[in-house]
C-alpha cells in the first residue's frame, strides 16, 4: 500500500483540516509508515471475536435512571461567551449559503 | 520560611495534616510560600502554563476557617496540587496545550477538580502537556516542552509531562493528570515519581477534555505511594455527570498499605521482557528480586496478543480523537481563522493553522481508519484485537494477584530525539497501552536509577477495581527499597 498525496488530500477534506503543500508531502510519508505498522493486525484471525466496543461494568438496568427533576443549566450567555463571535446568545459565523 | 524548614518543596499530605493541627503553619500561609516557590522555580521545567493564586488562597482559607471552626477541613487539608491544562477549571484558562483554546475559560469545574477542592486541597495552577494529550514527550505543547527536574536536556515524558515533572521539582505535593495510552505512567516513570492510572469509569471524566473517550482515564501523580492512595480515593467515584463512571463503591484505598504481600502471585508477561537486554528492564528485574523477598510468589505468566497492542490503540484512539476534535472549528471555543470568507474556508483554515503537527497526523489517521471501505479492515478489527488484548489479562488475572513490567523500554530520552520520527515515537508506549485496552488499574512506582542517574518505574497492574491489590504491592515494594 502506497499513501498518495491525492488521498491525502481527499481525508484532509474529510476531516476540514487546510494542510500545507510541505505538509500534504510529510503527511503521506507518516501515513504510509503508520498504516503499514497497523497491517500487522491482518495476521491475526480474530474470527468470531465480538469486537470490544465498550469498557463497561456490572450495574442495574436502571442504575442510571434519575428522577426527572429541573436543575440550573450554563444559559446561552455564559454558553458563548468564549465563541470568537456571537451576539444575542448566539453564535456567529460565515455566510453557510451564497445567493 | 521558618515554619517549613525543609522547604515547601518535600512535604507530604501526612505532614500538611500533622503540621496544620499542630499550628506550625495555617493553609493561607502554606499556599503563599508554595505559590512562591513554584512560581520561581518554573522556569526550570515550563511545568506550569497557568497559575490560580487567587483560586487557590480562596480555597486554602476555607480549610482555615474550617479547622478554626473544629470541622473536618477534608483529608486533603491545604495540600498544594497542581492540575493538568484538559481538566477544565471554572474561570481559570484550560488550554490543552494548544494555541487554539489559549484564551478558553471554561464555565464549569471537571468533577475530579471540585473533587479535590471539596477534600481540601489547594490548587496552584495548570500543567503543560502535549496538545490535547497527545503525545509521549511533552514536546508537543504550544507553550513549549517541559524539561526533565532530573535533566534539563531530557524529556519528562507525556502527555502528562507538566503534572509529572512539578511533583517530582516539588513545585507541588500531588497532581491530576490524564492517561490515554501511558500519558501518566511513562511520565511518572521517566520523572521519579509515582502515578496512577485507575480502572476505566473509577474516576468521573465529566470536565476532562476528551482524546479518545473509550480509553482516557483521570488519576494521580505523588511522591508516594500512600499520597497517590489519597488522592485516588478523594476523586474516584461514581458522578451522574459522567454515564461511564462505575457505580462500584469506593474503598479506603489507605487501608491496603499493610505491607502484608506474604504468599501474594505475582505474574511476570513474558512479552514484556523479551529482546536485547535494556537497562531498565534490568533495574526491574532487580525490583522483583525484592518482591521475591518480600514473600511473593513471582511466576512467568504469557499475554500472547501483545504484539498487536500498537497498531490496535493506534486505530481506535486516532479514530475517537478525530470525532473528538472535530469540535474545534472557530465556532464555540476556540480562536477563528481571520482570512475566511465562508463557513466551510473558516472550519478547515482555523483547524490547518490551530493543530499542532502530531493533532493533525492523528486527526488524519483517524479519519483515514473510519473512512469508508476502510471501517472493517482497521477499526472494527482494531476493536476485535482489542478483545483479545483484554481477554488475555482476564485469563492472566485467573492465575496471578497482580502483573509488574517495565514500564517503558528506556528511561527519559533527549528533546528532539525522536520528534521527527512519529512511529518510534509510538513505539515507545508498547508497555503502557495495554492496560489501557483492556481498561485495568495500573501504575509505575520509582524502583531505581540508570548509572547516568536517570530515574526508572516499575509497572504494576491489577484487575478491575483492584485499585486498593495494586497500592499494597507498590507500597510494600516502595517501603522495601526505602530499607535497603
Do not use: W
Not at chain 1, 436543575?71 to 450567555?77: F, P, T
Not at chain 2, 501504575?443 to 509497572?459: K, R
Amino acid at each position: 500500500m502506497k499513501i498518495t498525496e491525492k488521498e491525502v488530500n481527499y481525508v484532509a477534506a474529510l476531516a476540514n483540516l487546510a494542510l500545507s503543500g510541505e505538509e500534504t508531502q510529510r503527511m503521506a510519508r507518516d501515513l504510509d509508515e503508520i498504516l503499514g505498522h497497523m497491517a500487522t493486525l491482518n495476521e491475526l484471525d480474530t474470527t468470531g471475536v465480538e469486537p470490544m466496543t465498550q469498557v463497561l461494568y456490572e450495574a442495574g438496568e436502571t442504575a442510571t435512571l434519575r428522577e426527572d427533576e429541573p436543575r440550573a443549566v450554563l444559559g446561552s450567555q455564559t454558553a458563548v461567551a468564549n465563541a470568537p463571535a456571537a451576539g444575542s446568545g448566539y453564535f456567529k459565523v460565515p455566510k453557510v449559503i451564497e445567493r | 520560611m521558618t515554619a517549613f524548614p525543609a522547604g515547601v518543596g518535600a512535604l507530604t499530605i501526612q505532614q500538611i495534616q500533622d503540621g496544620l493541627r499542630s499550628k506550625q503553619f495555617s493553609a493561607v500561609e502554606l499556599a503563599s510560600a508554595a505559590l512562591q516557590f513554584a512560581e520561581a522555580e518554573n522556569s526550570k521545567t515550563n511545568g506550569y502554563l497557568t497559575f490560580c493564586a487567587e483560586r487557590a488562597l480562596s480555597t486554602a482559607r476555607t480549610v482555615d476557617e474550617r479547622l478554626a471552626a473544629g470541622n473536618d477541613p477534608g483529608p486533603l487539608a491545604g495540600v498544594p496540587v497542581a492540575v493538568k491544562d484538559v481538566l477544565v477549571t471554572k474561570g481559570v484558562r484550560t488550554t490543552c496545550a494548544s494555541r487554539l483554546l489559549a484564551n478558553y475559560v471554561p464555565p464549569y469545574d471537571a468533577t475530579a477538580v471540585s473533587k479535590l477542592e471539596r477534600a481540601g486541597a489547594v490548587i496552584l495552577g495548570k500543567t503543560n502537556c502535549d496538545e490535547f494529550a497527545m503525545g509521549s514527550s511533552n514536546e508537543n505543547s504550544a507553550f513549549g516542552p517541559v524539561r526533565n527536574p532530573h535533566d534539563p536536556e531530557r524529556v519528562p515524558g507525556g502527555s502528562s509531562g507538566g503534572s509529572a515533572a512539578v511533583v517530582a521539582q516539588g513545585t507541588a505535593v500531588a497532581s491530576l493528570g490524564s492517561d490515554t495510552g501511558g500519558s501518566i505512567r511513562q511520565p511518572a516513570s521517566f520523572c521519579g515519581v509515582t502515578g496512577v492510572t485507575p480502572t476505566y469509569g473509577r474516576v468521573s471524566r465529566y470536565g476532562l477534555v476528551a482524546f479518545a473517550s473509550s480509553l482516557d482515564h483521570v488519576g494521580p501523580f505523588a511522591r508516594t505511594v500512600h499520597d497517590a492512595a489519597v488522592m485516588l480515593e478523594a476523586i474516584a467515584g461514581r458522578d451522574e455527570m459522567d454515564a461511564t463512571s462505575a457505580f462500584a463503591p469506593v474503598p479506603r484505598y489507605t487501608d491496603a498499605l499493610d505491607g502484608n504481600v506474604k504468599g501474594l502471585k505475582v505474574g511476570l508477561p513474558r512479552e514484556y521482557f523479551e529482546g536485547p537486554s535494556n537497562e531498565s528492564r534490568e533495574i526491574v528485574l532487580k525490583a522483583v528480586e525484592t518482591l521475591r523477598a518480600l514473600g511473593c510468589e513471582v511466576r512467568e505468566i504469557s499475554l500472547p496478543h501483545t504484539r498487536y497492542a500498537i497498531a490496535t490503540y493506534y486505530i481506535i484512539a486516532t479514530a475517537e480523537a478525530s470525532s473528538n476534535l472535530a469540535r474545534y472549528d472557530g465556532v464555540r471555543y476556540t480562536s477563528r481563522a481571520k482570512e475566511a470568507g465562508t463557513l466551510s474556508e473558516m472550519y478547515r483554515l482555523t483547524r490547518g493553522e490551530g493543530f499542532g503537527a502530531e493533532c493533525k497526523r492523528r486527526i488524519m489517521l483517524g479519519t483515514y481508519v473510519l473512512s469508508h471501505g476502510y471501517y472493517d479492515a482497521y477499526y472494527l478489527k482494531a476493536q476485535r484485537t482489542r478483545a483479545l488484548i483484554a481477554r488475555d489479562f482476564t485469563q492472566a488475572f485467573g492465575e496471578v494477584d497482580a502483573i509488574v513490567t517495565p514500564v517503558s523500554p528506556f528511561p527519559a530520552f533527549r528533546l528532539g530525539e525522536k520528534l521527527d520520527d512519529p512511529m518510534e515515537m509510538y513505539l515507545s508506549d508498547v508497555y503502557t497501552i495495554t492496560g489501557d485496552l483492556a481498561g485495568i488499574p495500573c501504575m509505575s512506582v520509582p524502583c531505581g536509577e540508570t548509572a547516568s542517574g536517570l530515574p526508572v518505574g516499575m509497572q504494576v497492574l491489577a484487575k478491575h477495581f483492584d485499585e486498593a491489590g495494586m497500592f499494597r504491592l507498590a507500597h510494600a515494594y516502595e517501603r522495601a527499597r526505602g530499607m535497603k
